[in-house]
């Protein structure tokens, strides 16, 4: 079932009553990534269970808050704990969030997950910057009667991982501890990880990565025109790779050891989008656009 833009309106009014002025940055916390909630200062955390209309953690390693705040002085809203299809949640049910973000005014979403490495020169420990992805699976999220005061019918998503965006991510990785590639992620629903059979598959198809989450936000994030990054982090090899079973404790103790790492490279980044915001900003005042930013249809 799709829904129409007042649905989401009645979790953002909600929203509005719980804090001050629009954020500007959304991020969205991926499994086991829920340590960099605790980097946010002076914050607001509304129970996801408490806002109208919007959609419940069933995973143990997803908090399940909204936590408004500030991050090196910049105003973010983060998803500590996200929704997956393998919860059960239809496709269509999985733009909620990131709608819900746009009416709260976010001008840049930033979304993270756990992944399995598909490329053999990748590390756990690995971050890869999101250039582009593969869905085989599953409907669209944007499928159903289109909600236009999000975006059109058809849209384009060729650049929907915003270039700019991630050259300023791999611009914040130098110098530091973490290894950062670019790469592309293919979706896998799960909640099984993936056959060795399929990453094989992946890998001639070109995938760098694989998960169980992020593109439905960011087709949710394209249609309504948010520059989007998103940052994997590399888990575990992905199934076949090393020649033993991929378990959920491998994915928790390599997210355990990168979170610090992680939690900084993140707080760079949102400073940096920052800028480039700001910089968009007047940059437009002389009609030379650095950033590809909406056109602000709420
Ligand atoms: N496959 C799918 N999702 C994942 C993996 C994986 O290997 N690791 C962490 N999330």
């Not at 419940?56 to 808050?65: E, K, L, P, Q, Y």
């Not at 049910?93 to 005014?105: D, E, N």
């Not at 756990?114 to 053999?120: C, E, L």
């Not at 384009?156 to 110098?175: F, H, K, N, Q």
């Given at each position: 079932?799709?829904y129409?833009?007042?649905?989401?309106?009645?979790?953002?009014?909600?929203?509005?009553?719980r804090?001050?002025?629009?954020?500007e940055?959304?991020?969205?916390?991926?499994?086991?990534?829920?340590?960099?909630?605790?980097?946010?200062?002076?914050?607001?955390?509304?129970?996801?269970?408490?806002?109208?209309?919007?959609?419940?953690?069933?995973?143990?390693?997803?908090?399940?808050?909204?936590?408004?705040?500030?991050?090196?002085?910049?105003?973010?809203?983060?998803?500590?704990?996200?929704?997956?299809?393998?919860?059960g949640?239809?496709f269509?049910?999985?733009?909620?969030?990131?709608?819900?973000?746009?009416?709260?005014?976010?001008?840049?979403?930033?979304?993270?997950n756990?992944?399995?490495?598909?490329?053999?020169a990748y590390?756990?420990g690995?971050?890869?910057?999101?250039?582009?992805?593969?869905?085989?699976?599953?409907?669209?999220?944007?499928?159903?009667p289109?909600a236009?005061?999000?975006g059109?019918?058809?849209?384009?998503?060729?650049?929907?991982?915003?270039?700019?965006?991630?050259?300023?991510?791999?611009?914040?990785?130098?110098?530091?501890?973490l290894?950062?590639?670019?790469?592309?992620?293919?979706?896998?629903?799960?909640?099984?990880?993936?056959?060795?059979?399929?990453?094989?598959?992946?890998?001639?198809?070109?995938?760098?990565?694989?998960?169980?989450?992020?593109?439905?936000?960011?087709?949710?994030?394209?249609?309504?025109?948010?520059?989007?990054?998103?940052?994997?982090?590399?888990?575990?090899?992905?199934?076949?790779?090393?020649?033993?079973?991929?378990?959920?404790?491998?994915?928790?103790?390599?997210?355990?050891?990168?979170?610090?790492?992680?939690?900084?490279?993140?707080k760079?980044?949102?400073?940096?989008?920052?800028?480039?915001l700001?910089?968009?900003?007047?940059?437009?005042?002389?009609?030379?656009?650095?950033?590809t930013?909406?056109?602000?249809?709420?």
């Open positions: 079932m799709a129409p833009c007042e649905y989401f309106q009645k979790s953002a009014d909600f929203l509005k009553t804090f001050d002025g629009a954020p940055i959304a991020i969205v916390l991926g499994s086991c990534l829920g340590p960099f909630a605790q980097a946010i200062e002076d914050p607001v955390t509304v129970d996801y269970a408490d806002i109208p209309n919007f959609l419940r953690t069933t995973v143990s390693s997803h908090a399940g808050t909204l936590i408004f705040g500030t991050v090196r002085g910049v105003r973010v809203v983060c998803m500590s704990g996200r929704f997956h299809s393998y919860e949640y239809d269509q049910q999985l733009v909620i969030p990131v709608r819900v973000l746009k009416l709260l005014g976010v001008r840049a979403v930033l979304l993270t756990a992944a399995g490495a598909v490329n053999t590390r756990p690995d971050v890869m910057v999101i250039a582009d992805h593969i869905k085989l699976n599953g409907d669209s999220p944007l499928r159903g289109n236009e005061e999000f059109p019918r058809f849209f384009d998503v060729s650049r929907m991982y915003t270039p700019e965006l991630r050259r300023l991510a791999l611009d914040c990785a130098e110098g530091g501890p290894r950062v590639h670019e790469g592309v992620y293919m979706f896998f629903p799960g909640p099984q990880f993936e056959t060795p059979a399929e990453i094989r598959a992946a890998r001639i198809l070109g995938a760098d990565a694989v998960g169980m989450s992020t593109v439905t936000e960011a087709l949710t994030a394209a249609h309504c025109r948010l520059p989007l990054l998103a940052l994997s982090v590399m888990t575990n090899m992905a199934a076949g790779v090393l020649d033993r079973p991929l378990s959920d404790s491998e994915v928790d103790e390599t997210a355990r050891m990168i979170a610090g790492s992680f939690s900084e490279y993140v760079t980044i949102i400073a940096a989008i920052h800028e480039a700001d910089t968009d900003r007047r940059a437009t005042l002389n009609q030379e656009p650095v950033l930013t909406d056109e602000y249809r709420f």
